[in-house]
């Protein structure tokens, strides 16, 4: 497997997301788990707010945890989310999070926390005091964001002493806007819009490795693009290059975001284990420009 560069560590550039682990029976999960470990996708994400934190304890079972296992795999895990209350980046909130999650995944360390969603509230000076205090015990190794733009990352930069090295943002061929405001800039159009501070931009200054979040969903969460019936052009356009490398339209998809040179890392959200094998496959393509811009415009997507 392909490797990217996460922080100070190698990566395989292809994240597997457990979100929905808890959709599979034991054999099921265990099954899935080390098919993954042998296919070289031995970097998991996880959230504690996954199944309410059964994904983790599920994969914890799956994996079967021990150290030998441990040596074996990457594990991250994101906190800031808490149902009934919203968001919270609370010093308190952060800390209990983390030994939550370490009991669960039956570890003693993360190999990265990621921030999920930013909290209006935040102190960053709290953050700052948790992640010392996590990283001066071993519990976590490397410390992250996700869903934050680059002026809330620079928040916290002033006052967290850790480099921030990843941001999980949601990236897809349909949702591409993150890429489209950077081509359409000085422009009127919709797609010149900046929503997002050029997160892109910011994060390849910053050595902050962008991991796309849902690679093969439209809207949010409103369903995938391939094969659906809402995009004709795109799914033929897919179609077309996939035929040419002899691959499947989910490795194509894949091998789309891969061939941006900000160097992500997607983190795919699948439990089946062939899709999973269609997603690695991706590592392997370099899509042409011409080709990488054919499937942009197929998506409805427009140049200035």
């Known amino acids: 497997m392909r490797t990217v560069k996460l922080g100070n560590l190698q990566v395989p550039v292809i994240a597997v997301g457990c979100m929905r682990i808890n959709k599979l029976d034991k054999s099921e999960a265990e099954h899935f788990v080390q098919e993954a470990l042998d296919l070289g996708t031995n970097f998991f994400d996880h ?47 952060i800390l209990e999070a983390v030994d939550g999650s370490l009991k669960r995944l039956k570890t003693d360390y993360l190999d990265a926390l990621l921030l999920h969603r930013p909290d209006a509230l935040v102190e960053p000076e709290e953050v700052a005091e948790a992640f010392d205090i996590l990283q001066s015990s071993g519990k976590v190794r490397n410390f992250g964001v996700s869903n934050q733009n680059p002026m809330q990352i620079q928040l916290l930069k002033k006052f967290v002493k850790q ?20 081509i359409h800039v000085n422009m009127l159009d919709d797609q010149a819009v900046n929503r997002d501070g050029s997160v892109i931009d910011f994060c390849r200054l910053n050595d902050i490795t962008i991991q796309p979040w849902s690679p093969f969903q439209y809207g949010f969460f409103e ?24 691959v499947s339209n ?55």
């Open 47 to 93: 959230a504690d707010i996954y199944g309410g934190g059964v994904c983790e304890e599920i994969f914890a079972e799956a994996a079967h945890m021990n150290a030998s296992v441990r040596e074996k795999m990457f594990l991250q895990s994101k906190c800031g989310i808490r149902p009934g209350i919203a968001f919270d980046f609370s010093k308190k909130y």
């Open 163 to 182: 480099p921030i090295i990843a941001n999980q943002l949601q990236l897809s061929i349909t949702n591409a806007n993150m890429i489209s405001q950077g």
């Open 223 to 246: 369903g995938v693009f391939l094969g659906n019936e809402k995009f004709p052009k795109l799914n033929a356009k897919i179609d077309e290059i996939s035929a040419k490398y002899e």
């Open 250 to 304: 989910t490795t194509i998809a894949m091998a789309w975001l891969l061939r941006h040179p900000a160097h992500m890392q997607p983190v795919t959200g699948t439990m089946n284990v062939e899709r999973l094998k269609d997603c690695v496959k991706a590592a392997d393509i370099k899509l042409t420009r011409e080709e990488w811009y054919e499937i942009y415009l197929s998506a409805g997507n427009i140049l200035p």
